[in-house]
C-alpha cells in the first residue's frame, strides 16, 4: 500500500479504537448476565431465565443502536475536518474520508451485532466465537492479499473487511438461535427495568474501557495530530508485535469472566477461587 496508504489506515483504526468507550461497558454485563442467567441447570427455571435473558439483551441492543448511530455520525464528522485535524496529504483526503465513512458504518452496525457474540460468550460457547474468529482472520487475510497483489488500494481493503464482517455478525446470530430457540432480540423488548441491573456491573466495566481505550489508542492518534501520516507506517510495524501479547490476556479474561458469573449465580465459592488461583498461575506463565 506504501507508507501514506498504511498510515491513513492505521490512523483511522486508532480513531474507532476510541469508539470504544461508547461501549459504556455494555459488552462484558452482556457476558455476565447471560452466564449468570443460563447457570441455572434445573429445566423449570429455563423458561424465565430465557425471558429475562431476551429482556436484558434486547434493552442492550437497543442501547447499542443509538450509540453505534452515534458513533457513525462522528466518524463521518471527524473525516470531514480531517484536513485540520490531520497531518494528512490534501491527495489523501478523499481516500481518507472514504475509509472513515466505511468504517462508520461498521461501526454504527457493528455494536447492536456484538449482542451476539456476546450471547455466545455468555453461553460458554467459545469453540463457536473461536471458529467464527479463525473463519473471519482467514477470509479477511486471503481477501487483503488477493486485492493487494490485484492493485487494489486502501478502500476496497476495508470495504471487503466489511463485507466479511458482516458474514461474522450473521453466523453469530445463527448460532445464538440454535443453542437458545424462542429467544427474542429486538429493539422493541427494550425494558427501563433493566438500566439498574445492567449499570451496576458496567459502571466498573466503563473505567476498564476509558483506560484501555487511553493506552493503547492515543499514541496513534497524537502521531497522526503532530507528525506527517506517513510516520505511523513505522510506528505500527513495532507497535503490532507488542499488541499481539495483549491476544494472550484478553483470551485468558474472554473466557474466565462468564465462568465466574455461572460459578458465582450457583455459589459455588470454593471452585470460583479455584478458578481464579489456577487462571493466574496460568496466565503468568503464558506471558
Known sequence: LGPSQFGLWVLATGIVGYVGVLDLGLAPTLVNEAAALLAHDAPRDLPDARRRLGETASTIFALYAALGALAGIGLVAVGALAGGLFHVPADDLATFRAVLLVIGIQTALGLPMSVWNGLLCGLQ???VVSAIG???TLARGALTVALVLAGYGLVPLVAASFVVTCAAWTAA??????RVPGLRVRVGAFRRT???EIGRFSGAMVVWTIAGAALHQLDRVLIGVVLPVAALTTYEVGARLASYSRTVLHSWLSIVMP????LVARDQRRRLRTLYLRS???LLVAY
Open 125 to 127: 460457547a467459545f469453540h
Open 134 to 136: 479463525v473463519a473471519t
Open 173 to 178: 446470530w445463527w448460532c445464538v438461535h440454535r
Open 194 to 196: 433493566r438500566l439498574r
Open 259 to 262: 465462568a465466574t458469573s455461572a
Open 280 to 282: 493466574t498461575r496460568y
